[in-house]
């Protein structure tokens, strides 16, 4: 190997290194059967549509990532998006595997040694309409059983590069802000991730933990 080939070899394993154990969250909604991603930060206007998001991060735990979301309705009279919140893996492997776990209502992704727990509410409510998707219906607009009604094709599991979307319906009555919470949390042990998500689904944001 020569050097130039040696140099990129090293600074790969060293991005490659860095990117495993993190799980990204991706926000997006889903308006009249038109679907967008917020790819560029968490806050973004749909001028066309009169709708904003605003994602904020709060720093609760070393091991959660906790978001409040916070979905704004600009035009004066009713109407019906989705929240869709997507998580997927920095670094791909045929190796993870993610699940809908269905006794415990939330989703799991596992990579390599580390497990992680993702779950969400809105107004309250829990998550209730997730799938698993492989990254390339992503990108050819395959994750909606009807993309009209915006209702997501459920698979419940799916092993190497895949990603998990769950969905909230917000009915607007005007202009007003529904507001979401979601988290990831990382660790080692199944047991432990269970705990840490029920102390967010009672407490919810008051939590000290």
């Not at 190997?1 to 991706?26: Q, V």
């Not at 909604?29 to 991060?57: A, C, Q, R």
Request: with cysteine; aromatic share 12%.
């Amino acid at each position: 190997m020569n050097t130039l080939n040696w140099i990129r070899s090293d600074i790969y394993d060293e991005m490659e290194n860095a990117a495993k154990g993190k799980l990204r969250m991706i926000p997006g909604l889903w308006i009249d059967g038109k679907t967008y991603w917020m790819k560029n930060g968490f806050k973004e206007l749909f001028p066309e549509d009169k709708l904003s998001v605003y994602i904020k991060e709060e720093n609760i735990h070393s091991k959660i990532s906790f978001f409040k979301c916070f979905i704004t309705n600009h035009e004066d009279k009713p109407r019906k998006v989705k929240l869709l919140i997507q998580h997927k893996h920095e670094y791909s492997s045929r190796e993870h595997l993610s699940f809908i776990s269905p006794a415990e209502n939330v989703i799991f992704h596992m990579a390599d040694s580390k497990v992680f727990l993702v779950n969400g509410q809105m107004d309250g409510k829990k998550m209730t309409e997730c799938s698993i998707q492989p990254y390339w219906n992503l990108y050819s607009d395959q994750i909606w059983k009807c993309r009209n009604k915006g209702i997501l094709k459920y698979h419940p599991m799916a092993k190497g590069n895949a990603l998990s979307i769950y969905a909230f319906s917000i009915g607007f009555g005007g202009k007003e802000t529904a507001e979401a919470e979601s988290w990831i949390i990382s660790g080692d042990s199944k047991t432990e991730l269970l705990q840490y998500n029920q102390l967010l689904l009672k407490k919810r944001t008051s939590i000290s933990i």
